[in-house]
């Protein structure tokens, strides 16, 4: 008995290093065949995190060891994808100044950023603009036209002026040819980057269709696609429905943004599809249980779509609980985590990894309190969360080997983005639908559609966490 559990505990502390230690990722880029993600033509499933900052931190050559920091403890925790900012529009350490004007050292801050994921083996999602005013945006690229004499008169210009849209497409240029200083690699030849995001959290108050949005989205994904064939595309979109299907309008939490969740993630560079979900802001006043039930709902009826409509992996690219919601206790938020984790981890299970993984909202460093905004997560000073995430990355990275079918071919070299699309997919997940089907989720009342911007990437000296808003 004694050799047999000796012989166990060897194997588990074998198969913990494995999963945790650092992989030889050499220069292979994350692919998609199907519904699926594939590296070196094996399926890959990841637990991943948000990291806004790192940019605008490492800006400062000081504050670089904060980087390196959250890229250690969350390789240790088996994390092996971080979403971030390739942005910095006007305002405070901006990496465009102006249009088409870069500072050179906040661009060797994203290098940086790039170099220390590549040491650490994490791989990046990089967002080329923010919806939010947030680091500029919309907002400034719009100020910007203005002051160059451009008829336009609010941030939804931003998707139709063409001065606007030739401005956001030098930028992507510029940021896919950039020749990193640290790793002499350009952008567009780096494994490193899982994939690019076309906007952080679109959205569009003059057109609630998705039609505006969908239109620029077709053109910035084929210009992207036109200068970096290596690289996966995503929207960057929080997975609200729009006008192409009204019938799942119902999944939404009351509200339109603008965007047309089904429709944009159909155009054919658009490698994944995401969505996001902020349950405390989107319903706020609801208590947990119903919260919980809304985030599930919101689950399962995505990568329903994702598998049967989109036939493309799903990502959750941003979830998280605020320690500013009022009663809030650590407990709540690990719960909250752990039903997230649980239900990623089943739709990969049964969908064949069609829910490739998460990204949750969000890890920092110690000594960062300028940067809190009521979701962070520091690795070693928040032991339960860090045993979760911990858990969820060993989880998903054990299925990811069982799913290594043996009629995948190895040798098969898939093309960037699907290959399949007409591939077979297995039944939908029948016990999670009809357990989400018996807990319907409240939905306000139409003619009182609310909703709160979730600033939460919020630096303090934007001095902005929520913003609420009424159409």
Known sequence: ????????????????????APSAYGDSFVQTRGTEFVLSGRPFLFNGF?????????????????VTEVFSEAAANGLTVCRTWAFSDGGDRALQKSPGVYDEGVFEALDFVVSEAKKYNVRLILSFVNNFKDYGGRAQYVDWARNAGAA??????????????????????SIISRVNTFT?????????IMAWELINEPRCQSDYSGKTIHAWVEEMAGYTKSLDGNHLLEVGMEGFYGDSMPEKKQYNPGYQVG???INSNLIKEIDFATIHAYPDIWLSGQNDGSQNTFVQRWMWSHWEDARTILKKPLVFAEFGKSKKDPGY???????FLNTVYTNIYSFARTGGGSMAGGLVWQLMAEGMDSYYDGYEIVLPRDPSTTAL????????QTLAHTLRRPNMNQNMVPQVGDVSRDKA???????ARAKMDNNPVHTPHQHHQRYHHHHHRSHSWRNVHKQQGRH
């Open 389 to 396: 995430i911990s858990k969820q990355s060993h989880v998903m």
């Open 184 to 192: 002499k690699i350009v952008y567009k030849d780096e494994p490193a």
């Open 425 to 431: 997919t297995s039944r939908p997940h029948f016990q």
């Open 152 to 173: 336009v008169s609010g941030e939804d210009d931003f998707y139709t002026s063409s001065v606007v849209k030739d401005y956001y497409k030098n930028h992507i240029k």
């Open 1 to 20: 008995m004694a050799n047999s559990t000796f012989k166990f505990s060897l194997i588990y502390i074998f198969l913990a290093f494995t999963y945790f």
């Open 50 to 66: 948000n990291s806004y900052w790192m940019m605008h931190a490492a800006a400062d050559p000081s504050e670089r060891n904060k």
């Open 259 to 261: 965007t047309d969740y």
């Open 329 to 335: 206790t650590e407990n709540e938020r690990d719960t």
